[in-house]
């Protein structure tokens, strides 16, 4: 009885982990479209990638789930550039780009 309970807990702490997880990188994904077509460049493969997670403390002190993604742009179609998404629980902290050409 004792290991089906700590079997189940298990399960529902990872599709705790794995929705947060999804509902974050939709986030960053939507403000990273949403800031390249303010900026009118192109956002490259429709895809941000995690590439840094942690705990981080928010305004009102209590710890959350830190997370960077990485996406790539382009502005002339010629070269790639690199940006950076951060989300602090379920909010975007910032969105930072690499500098890039304008023609």
Known sequence: MFNNIVSISLL???????????????????????????????????????TRMGLKRNAAGRWQVYRCYAFEFASTGEDRYQGICTVLGDR????????????
């Open 12 to 50: 529902l702490l990872f599709y705790w982990y794995w929705h947060n997880a999804q509902t974050a990188k939709a986030l960053a994904l939507k403000a990273t479209k949403a800031r390249c077509n303010a900026l009118e460049v192109l956002m490259l493969d429709d895809y941000v990638a995690l």
């Open 92 to 103: 975007v902290l910032s969105i930072e780009m690499d500098a890039y050409r304008i023609e």
